[in-house]
């Protein structure tokens, strides 16, 4: 199954991220680090590692600094930012600095398993508030959807993105429609190809302006 890397300087936290990881995906294996210098010393001998959840308050983390030496160290190995951290720019500003997910510490154990299984299955996870914040402008214009390739979108397309910019995850936009999470993730792609966006966070954030009851009326 999956090896996954748990970087935090919190025994009880790391306990119970194992426990999450051991129910939601059987027969994965775990290991645990507790600072930065553990966590880049860990990696440099473990290539193999499919996922790294890694604490921004770990000792010797330096803010951003500690993921960007880590991103240096391994930049083909996804790593999700587990944190207690609240400023909304500077968990979007994670996403620049190579991170692929922000999972918050206060979130629930479904919560959890469901982000880290979000992105084992290539999606960017953020928390459904971040991803309809409006917080930060910089991170808007880096993606803008134009209207004309919104109006490239067939009418299940819109009705896909449009959940999409809730927050929605693919297996909860699955139940809403009565569709599959397979054909939710063949829409999601067609929806950021069509839009040129890179990732479905940018498509949330460049999205959550449009009046989808104007094209959705054609």
């Known amino acids: 199954m999956y090896k996954i890397l748990v970087a935090d300087d919190h025994p009880l936290f790391r306990d119970a991220i194992v426990n999450i990881i051991g129910i939601k995906f059987p027969g994965s294996t775990t290991y645990e680090t507790e600072d930065i210098d553990s966590t880049l010393s860990f990696v440099k001998d473990h290539d193999e590692i499919d996922l790294i959840l890694l604490d921004l308050n770990m000792p010797g983390m330096s803010g951003l ?15 999700v930012i587990v944190s207690a951290e609240q400023e909304k720019q500077k968990i979007l500003q994670t996403l620049s600095y190579g991170a ?17 299984e979000s992105v084992f299955e290539g999606n960017v996870y953020l928390p459904a508030d971040i991803m309809r914040s409006q ?22 397309e ?37 839009l040129g966006a890179s990732n479905r966070v940018k498509v949330v ?3 959550s302006d449009i009046d989808f009851n104007q094209y959705l009326k054609r």
């Open 65 to 79: 600094n500690g993921l960007l030496d880590l991103r240096n160290e391994c930049p083909t190995t996804p790593v």
């Open 135 to 156: 917080a930060n402008p910089t991170a808007k214009k880096d993606f803008e959807a134009l209207p004309e390739n919104i109006s490239l979108l067939t009418r299940r």
């Open 158 to 194: 819109l009705i896909v993105l449009k959940h999409l910019t809730k927050g929605e995850a693919n297996k909860q936009i699955a139940f809403n429609l009565h569709i599959s999470e397979t054909t939710v993730k063949s829409h999601v792609s067609s929806i950021l190809k069509k």
């Open 205 to 207: 954030l460049g999205c």
């Open 100 to 116: 692929v997910g922000f999972i918050a510490k206060s979130s629930s154990k479904d919560i959890i398993g469901e982000a880290i």
